[in-house]
């Protein structure tokens, strides 16, 4: 139980709040302070007293305050402190209902949203189910990061296998593989039959030797040397030699004279010669050029034209080119074949001393050859050529014979190819790699992930067993408490009159946590708290209810859980102005569940603004069990925490004088003595009842400035001693016999007006 608060400071209203006298509260306590004077700052520091929430202290600091914040209280179990941002000391259990109540868990404005029904939830099942909901989202919490640590370690360890281990083997595979003391012998072998395959695939693809390309047949440029062009009548060759003759165009030239002829032919004009320009008188020279370059003539043109570009692709180097290239090659190859597959390569030939052969002979027969172009007609003297020949055909021989041996030596490789087998490779490929991944699965680090990655898919599994469980009992829970829960709140409806009931349903557990469930039923009309869309035109929480009625759901609902918490006599109930927004009706029997509420719980406090409600508490309590305080002035920047006299502060407004100094300065016309006479007074009553114990209950004005004079420096009315002195001088005039020459002997009625202010200021929650 909450005995005394000693000290609050820099907290929400509280710039320094301090007690005036050692008064101590009792099991009913009631709070009177005008609004914005610290209620809600008082019951949000038991709501963080009781969930050990330092942040609501912290949130509240009293703006343009001291630097720190200070909090001192005295429970039953001991002292609780607030110092330095954090509580310590004793605990206390406290269920608050205020307007962060309403708007957390209830309502806010016009909406109920998804976390105010969550938040309900928590409320409604319990510490309980509160306890229950924290283990699953705890659970839930470590299953996340169960998961990711799993995904790590499966990642870790797949990057590591498939650097090593066959495509086709699976995690699963690779964690159940044991371990082989033979595992390195077992892998070396492997690797030489490995070596083996992919050998075989090499010699496979790898390249026999190549050919020299071979020369033409000799015959075929002995054939063309000795052929002459049959047919050609013997007029024509006249005819055609005596034209050029007599036209000086017998200057052998290159390619040759009928070269020459031939291809100027098909120039020929109609009446003039086409090589020399002669008048024709008859066509028979042009018919005897027809005669001479026949279809025969043409053929033997182009063969001898052909034999020429091969002697001429020896002397630009051709050949010698693809020889010596195609050695370069053959010499690769036969290095490649001997290591790999033993294979001694052909005799070698002089390469060399041949191709210098060959294009020594080609030069000598495309002399001839040329010769021969000049003159087709004629045969040509075979035997000056024997020895360009003979070198040729023996060169020829040279290189087909080679030839021959670079096949028979392809027929070996051929051999050696037919006999490997790379289709293998492939099997045999991943047995050594399962046997890589073999040894890999037995290192220290492999073994240790692999130990934690199992490990936790076994918690993985336990953690949604513990979950089912518990969710099961949660249900139950709920199920139980939400069935009791909806009966409860429909009882204080209709005692409340509000014209409308609830129908609470079980939880909903979408979500990570689960959340009230409930509709509003107007005329048995079914009514969601929550609205989606434009709902501007249906009905919804929103427009089927008053302020009121929303005020009294949100009372309804926290009456309701009161009654339904087991642990209510452990329980200090607060109600920060429970009314609100309620008719008579309604706070007679906001009135009645407050007793009630008093008879069960271990403490009771009520903060109000409204002295008639407190005076109807006070009627229907017993009186025994009551404690009644004011948060009040005193002295400038200080909340006094005093005893109250409900009884004597519910009497009619207008009767009090305190009332006819606040009518004054709104311009009710009262008589200047009068309010001025009153100013004592009223300091009187106010300090008298705050500190009885320092003043006495007959105590003028100048008895309450000495005995402030001679109080400790830290007593919370010592800083208004000074106003009190100018208001004793002030307000002394009206009591005592005129003083000549005293400043204050006439009264103003503006200055009176400033002397009512700075009294009203100090006798504030009177």
Known sequence: MLQKITVIENVGRFEKALPTQNVRFEKCTFFFGENGWGKSTIADILRSLTLGDPGIIVGRKTLAGGPDQKISLQLDSGRANFEGGSWNGAQLRAAVFDSLFVNDNVYSGDTVSAEHLRRQYGLVVGEKGVKLVRQIVALDGENTENNRNIRALEAELTAGLRGIGPSAMSLSDFEALEENPEIDTAVADKQTEVSRAAKSKELKAAAGASAFPLPSEPASFEAALNQTVEGIAADAVEAVRSHVAAHECAKPTEPGLETWLEQGLPFKAEDTCPFCGQELRDRSLLEAYS??????YRKLAEDVQKLRQICQRYSNGDFRNAAEQGSKSNKKQFEYWREAAGIDAPATIDLEALISEMERAAEE????????AANLTVALDIERLGAAVHAWTSARAAIESANAALGEYNLKVDAIKAKVDAEQLENLTNELKALQAQKHRVKAEIITNVANLQ???????????????????????????TESLGKTINAYLKRLNAGFLIDYKEPDYRGKEPAASYQILINEVPVSPRASGDTTGAPSF????????????ALALFLAQCNADPDIGETIIVLDDPFTSLDNFRRQFTAIEIRRICDRAKQTIVLSHDKGFLRLLWDKIDQKLIKSFALQTGAPGVTTITPYDIPGSTQPRHVTERMKIEEFIEGEPHELSFIRSRLRTVCEDFYRKADPGLFGEAATLDQIIRALNDAHNDHPFKGALEDLKDINAYSRVENHAEIKGDPYGDTNPDELKGFCSLVLGLTRGM
């Open 365 to 372: 027969m495309d002399l001839a050859l040329q010769a021969k």
């Open 291 to 296: 005669r001479f370059f026949s279809v025969a």
């Open 542 to 553: 929103r427009n089927t209810l008053s302020a009121g009625d929303k005020s009294v759901l």
């Open 455 to 481: 490990t936790k898919r076994q918690r993985k599994g336990e953690i949604a067993e513990e979950k089912a469980k518990l969710r099961d009992e949660l249900t139950a829970h709920g199920k139980t408490i």
